[in-house]
């Protein structure tokens, strides 16, 4: 735990780090209490893309955890930023939640509501709204050759119980069996998820910490930063998956109760 001293900087993911559903893991209130009191500052940082940064803030105000748009990224916002990257206000056919489709909205992305016309990209998010006509608008478009992207690669989402539910990646994996395509992911583990908050915030990576709970996502994503990553056990990776995975987090511990500021 001496390597936490002097970080400024905390990269926090939400479900199964800070809270579960609508509950806060216990100790999560005390943990960001302690932050706030030593000055330290933090982004809640979220591959989940089936709400947008307001939804994200609406549900964090709800739980008394104190926030401002300054405190929140999701892959929905790197993603969107990524695309328009690569064109300037691109058309693409969306699967995914109403949420994700007015910030994509928002930032400039067009989006096809039946596929039909010049479509630039097919896009999968965290559908919590999946319906089988998306996914057959979608295989179409991808046997067409459309490009196919992806906001971010996790297979589940934790629920209460140490239960999950089909995540992102999951829903890719049919459109993959049924049109051999496979996604480009975009958010967490990609390195520059974790650089863009660091860089948004003004500082640099060295003064970052990155707390999470899924190995392969959150952790992975700040290693590839070259940023100090700390696993919760709190969520859905356990200290089997560090063999498994061979991804080796700098710091494991039960949950952010453990990571009180004194």
């Known amino acids: 735990m001496e390597r936490l001293k002097n970080k400024s900087l905390y990269l926090l993911d939400m479900d199964g780090t800070i809270y579960f559903e609508n509950e806060l893991i216990d100790g999560a209130a005390d943990f960001l209490k302690s932050l706030r009191d030593n000055d330290i500052d933090y982004i809640f940082m979220t591959n989940n893309s089936s709400k947008s940064s307001a939804d994200y803030l609406k549900k964090l105000k709800a739980l008394n955890i104190p ?3 300054s405190n929140i990224f999701t892959s929905g916002q790197a993603t969107g930023n990524y695309l328009l990257g690569l064109k300037k ?12 489709k007015k910030e ?7 989006i096809s509501e039946d596929g039909k016309g010049d479509i630039d990209y097919v896009l999968v998010g965290y559908d919590t709204e999946l319906t089988y006509r998306k996914l057959e608008i979608a295989s179409g478009l991808l ?7 992806a906001t971010n690669p996790d297979v589940v989402c934790p ?8 995540d992102c990646a999951t829903m890719c994996y049919m459109l993959n069996k049924a049109t051999g395509k496979e996604p480009f992911y975009i958010g967490k583990p990609r390195k520059e998820m974790a650089l863009s908050a660091v860089s948004y915030k003004h500082k640099k990576p060295e003064d970052a910490v990155l707390v999470g709970d899924r190995i392969y996502t959150d952790i992975a994503c700040g290693l590839n930063a070259g940023i100090l990553t700390v696993m919760v056990l709190s969520g ?3 200290v089997d998956d560090i063999e498994k995975y061979n991804i080796h987090p700098d710091i494991v511990t039960g949950s952010v109760k453990d990571l ?3």
């Open 143 to 149: 046997d067409d050759g459309i490009p196919f992207y």
């Open 104 to 110: 994509l909205i928002s930032m400039g992305i067009e």
């Open 159 to 166: 629920a209460k119980n140490k239960r999950y539910l089909p």
């Open 67 to 69: 926030a401002d748009e």
């Open 260 to 262: 009180i500021v004194k």
């Open 236 to 238: 859905e990776s356990t």
């Open 89 to 100: 206000s691109p058309r693409i056919y969306l699967v995914g939640t109403e949420s994700l």
